[in-house]
């Protein structure tokens, strides 16, 4: 049976969310053998047709269900949380988890910022072990609460979760040629600009801070130390997060999409920048200027424009830290209502 582009669309749209309800290595054979239903029931519905339209395919998929029912109907056993509110079990765990390791980091970013924290590394032990202990409770919470209500609400009908059932059009999933298509060029400047940046702050750390200076072409280079310690005992985590965000370019250049993997990457490492960036802005100053003035002639208070500078900085990390803030909740709310293949 021959389908139009629109009814083709959908059709992939809809088995695309049938894959993503799936585990394991087969959902690929189940998704084809669901397809292969599909385009059977089509033809014996409408066998005039010479052409299938959207509203034909839509008819039969709202007869199917949405794909989390189509999907669950495959899933091995489950125990604890059975195949009817596993899908919903599955998203609440995913909003829940979402808020609470969204609340914790907030939360110890607010405290690096204006608390008395002395030991980064520690305190990022710390932070990883609160995550952990906060998502592990709320999972369990969460997993708790539908078991008993598959125990105590068997044989009976819950208005809510079979609402999740239902088709749904807008709920379907973008198909991968419109959702995850990269920008070549866009990751190839991101690469360039990753190594610049992971060689540039090699050499600051090798230098102790120090930077190359010419006061005039008949005057030999001088090394003027322009960063602080404070700012360089920063210098190995902006290099790790450097190198995994060029891995991560690397990859997407390489495949040609997002996945799931190298979205939530990025929500990783995003979180690890604003983590980074209010201990930075609690350890000003990152910057002095003090060394151009032993070197220099000019008559320039150098100590105050290395405060001003400094309060430049911090203003423009905390917008940064406002900003990604706000850009990892979008993608993560993304991620969870459309998660990528």
Not at 149 to 176: A, S, T, Y
Request: aromatic letters at 8%; proline letters at 4%.
């Amino acid at each position: 049976m021959k389908l139009n582009k629109e009814a083709r669309e959908l059709l992939d749209r809809y088995l695309l969310g049938v894959k993503r309800e799936l585990p394991g290595k087969q959902r690929e054979d189940i998704a084809a053998e669901i397809e292969s239903y599909l385009l059977d029931l089509l033809e014996e519905r409408f066998p005039k047709s010479k052409e299938t339209t959207a509203a034909q395919v839509k008819e039969i998929l709202q007869e199917m269900g949405a794909p989390r029912k189509v999907a669950a109907q495959y899933s091995s056993q489950r125990y604890l949380v059975g195949p009817r509110l596993f899908p919903a079990y599955i998203l609440v765990l995913k909003i829940v988890l979402a808020a609470v390791i969204g609340a914790l980091t907030l939360s110890f970013i607010i405290n690096s910022v204006i608390g008395n924290t002395s030991n980064i590394w520690l305190a990022i032990l710390e932070y990883f072990g609160t995550i952990w202990n906060g998502a592990l409770s709320a999972g369990g919470s969460i997993t708790l609460i539908f078991a008993l209500i598959e125990h105590f609400g068997e044989g009976k009908e819950i208005k809510e979760i079979d609402e999740l059932q239902e088709f749904n059009l807008p709920n379907l999933p973008e198909l991968p040629a419109e959702e995850k298509e990269t920008g070549k060029i866009g990751l190839s400047i991101e690469i360039v600009l990753g190594v610049i940046g992971i060689a540039f702050f090699t050499y600051i750390n090798s230098t102790g801070g120090r930077v190359p200076y010419f006061f005039n072409p008949q005057t030999e280079m001088e090394l003027v130390r322009i960063f602080t310690d404070n700012f360089l005992r920063y210098v190995p985590l902006i290099l790790a997060l450097a190198g995994l965000d060029l891995t991560r370019s690397g990859m997407l250049l390489a495949q040609g999409y997002h996945s799931s993997l190298t979205n939530w990457w990025h929500i990783c490492t995003q979180s690890a920048h604003v983590v980074l960036m209010g201990f930075m802005i609690k350890s000003l100053p990152l910057i002095s200027l003090e060394g151009f003035q032993k070197i220099n002639a000019v008559d320039l208070d150098f100590t105050h424009l290395g405060s001003l500078a400094n309060t430049g900085i911090a203003i423009g990390m905390a917008v940064g830290i406002v900003g990604t803030a706000i850009e990892i909740i979008r993608k993560v709310i993304r991620e969870i209502r459309s998660p990528s293949a």
